[in-house]
């Protein structure tokens, strides 16, 4: 039975529709991430799962019980919000057994409860504080208290991570991946950040328009995105694009150069038909001594050395390129430099319907 | 600009505005003052040097314990009543439905109509002959005959009490309205998820935000409610057998109908004294509110 069963959920506004039939099946213990841009609808759904937002059609279940209709404290999830929403007034002991104070939980278990879940974050003296004395990671750990400590069934995350800076970032996402792994809980967490997503997740649902685009795990959906959007969306720098045309001898880019094609897809494709050649940046690496049938020739416009990588900027036949290479690597601007890429990291989509080819 | 020189510059600009307070409000003070000393009447002689004479005979006469105990019912009351009412109706404001935008509006009416025409119109329905509050207890079956409510000394402070609040308790509305606005809406999902009911909800997640504004509230209320006049003045002139009499309505009548300004302005002077006091009790509960809030 699935933890948490997404069955074709529906969600309009008036005339608009944010979300457009959502299906997802989720397993004990697994850690889903909804990733996509602000508007995609992804936080609508996590506030649907949690009975802060009704569906307009579909069903949710939690163990196999649907919970549509059901209040927000009987669904067994607990969530954790982008701001961290602790009650001011009340001490991070108090915020942290508040779920279980409202449940009428014996004392004596509460308080048992409570210090177990600030020794596992490590907040043991921070538990007479009030959240105004506390700094921003502080109050992110106490409110993962707040929800760890019921032990529910799904644990809900929106945005938890982006109120921190970049190093409490890194230092709370590798903490949430430690927590995940020692207590084995089932997690739907919504960011629009897709090294989160990569990083956290065992599935990613990338979404765009009240969709989902693709539903996979990271490696899955970074070396086999299914679509131009989620190939655009998912690393950094995003992937290269090309527009070209499919000819007899490979992808014929617009502009003139032509660059061959792998037989895994010689034979998806019809010559004449319009395509996006897909590159990573990390995939390109400077030509070597042997002759290469996938070479682009990029004048250079651009170098950016960011510490552990060179990020070179330039195009080919017109089109932008971007290109990480080794920080070492001796580039300068105005420079023509020929690139080339495995034939495995060479992805295909359709001009039109931008989904990926072969 | 050097510091001595800005302040020197901040002085000269203050000036002009110091000039006119010390004219409006110095002056008439230290007159007030001066003429609490003495047992000058309203018309004729500036009248003689009497030392404390009038504060003792005020302070130990009858009339102005009965009236202090009178104002502070009359205070506490409304004031209590006002704070229920408007964050009663300031939680049913925040709530969303049809018509919300234009109920707001209208709550805010009974506040920003003058108050003589508010005590005009409730004496309209207090009217022992034709009011409306009569009509309505006889029709629905609570009462038997025509009552005079602000003619008999049982009924009339709490007739004037209700009249105060329906006056007041938008402006404490308003203030807890705006406060609600402010709580979080991720705070109250978070307690829905937690399961706290309606009950802990408002105790734990609405209450702390409200507490600062309502401070204020409360302070601006209570010290307009001790000092009240106008409203008493219009609807029962202090009566019937001076039921209804407040702190400023004997301040009026000592001073005015019975033209004995000297005694009048010792009355005048413990008054201020009081509301003073309150103010400054006031000023410190804002700031450790304020201070628990931070």
């Not at chain 2, 609600?180 to 991720?186: E, H, I, S």
């Amino acid at each position: 039975m699935s933890a948490l069963e997404i069955q074709n959920i529906r969600k309009t506004y008036g005339a608009v529709e944010t979300l457009k039939g959502i299906d997802i099946s989720l397993e004990s213990g697994e850690f889903l991430v909804l990733l996509g841009s602000s508007g995609c609808g992804k936080s609508t759904l996590l506030n649907i799962i949690a009975g802060l937002a009704e569906a307009s059609g579909g069903d949710i279940r939690i163990g196999g019980r649907s919970i549509l209709g059901v209040h927000p404290k009987d669904r067994d999830i607990a969530m954790v919000f982008q701001s961290y929403a602790l009650y001011p007034n009340l001490s991070v002991h108090r915020n942290i057994g508040f779920g279980l104070e409202m449940r009428k939980v014996p004392a004596a278990e509460r308080e048992r409860a409570v210090q177990e879940t600030a020794k596992l974050l490590q907040i043991e003296n921070l538990l007479d504080r009030k959240p105004g004395q506390l700094s921003g990671g502080q109050r992110q750990r106490v409110a993962i208290g707040r929800a760890l400590v019921r032990k529910p069934q799904v644990f809900l995350f929106d945005e938890p991570l982006s109120n921190l800076d970049a190093k409490l970032r890194m230092e709370t996402r590798t903490e949430l991946k430690r927590l995940h792994q020692m207590l084995g809980t089932t997690i739907v967490y919504v960011t629009h950040d897709q090294i989160e997503a990569m990083t956290l997740a065992t599935r990613i649902a990338v979404m765009r328009n009240g969709r989902i685009e693709q539903l996979g795990t990271p490696e899955e959906v970074y070396d086999h995105p299914a679509t131009l959007y989620v190939a655009g969306f998912v690393g950094s720098p995003p992937m290269n694009v090309l527009d070209g045309v499919v000819t007899g001898e490979g992808v014929q880019l617009d502009g003139g150069a032509v660059i061959a094609l792998p037989v895994r897809l010689k034979n998806v494709v019809a010559a004449g038909r319009r395509v996006k050649l897909g590159v990573r940046p990390e995939a390109l690496r400077l030509v070597g001594e042997t002759a290469d049938h996938r070479v682009l020739d990029v004048e250079i416009e651009v170098v950016e050395l960011t510490g552990p990588e060179l990020v070179v900027t330039g195009r080919v036949s017109g089109q932008r390129v971007t290109a990480c290479l080794p920080p070492r690597t001796k580039l300068t601007v105005g420079m023509k430099q020929a690139f080339t890429f495995d034939e495995d990291a060479l992805h295909l989509f359709d001009a039109e319907t931008e989904l990926a080819l072969g | 600009m050097t510091g001595t020189s800005m302040t020197t510059r901040a002085w000269l600009l203050m000036l002009p505005l110091l000039a006119v307070m010390i004219a409006v409000i110095g002056w008439p003070l230290a007159d007030t003052i001066g003429l609490s000393f003495t047992d000058a009447k309203l018309v004729g002689t500036s009248g003689n040097f009497v030392g404390i004479d009038n504060y003792v005979k005020t302070l130990s006469g009858s009339n102005f314990q009965r009236t202090l105990v009178t104002t502070t019912i009359f205070a506490v009351v409304s004031v209590f009543a006002e704070m229920v009412l408007g964050v009663l109706a300031a939680l049913l404001l925040n709530q969303q439905f049809y018509g919300r935008t234009v109920l707001r509006g209208l709550m805010i009416l009974p506040w920003a109509l003058p108050t003589v025409v508010n005590a005009t119109l409730w004496r309209l329905i207090y009217n022992p002959e034709y009011g409306a509050l009569n009509a309505a207890l006889t029709q629905i079956g609570l009462l038997d005959a025509y009552r005079s409510w602000l003619g008999e000394p049982g009924t009339a402070l709490a007739a004037l009490i209700v009249a105060d609040c329906w006056k007041n308790f938008p402006l404490v509305a308003l203030i807890a309205l705006a406060a609600l606005q402010a709580v979080p809406r991720d705070i109250t999902a978070a307690s829905l998820v937690d399961g706290a009911g309606p009950f802990a909800r408002f105790r734990f997640v609405i209450l702390p935000y409200l507490a600062g504004p309502l401070v204020v509230a409360l302070v601006l209320r209570t010290i307009e409610a001790f000092k009240v006049f106008d409203i008493i003045w219009v609807m029962t002139r202090g009566g019937p057998a001076n039921s209804t009499r407040t702190l400023s309505i004997l301040v009026y009548q000592e001073a005015f109908s019975f033209q004995r300004a000297g005694s009048g302005a010792s009355l005048a002077l413990i008054v201020t004294l009081l509301v003073a006091v309150l103010a400054a009790a006031y000023a410190v509960l804002v700031r450790r509110t304020a201070g628990s809030n931070a």
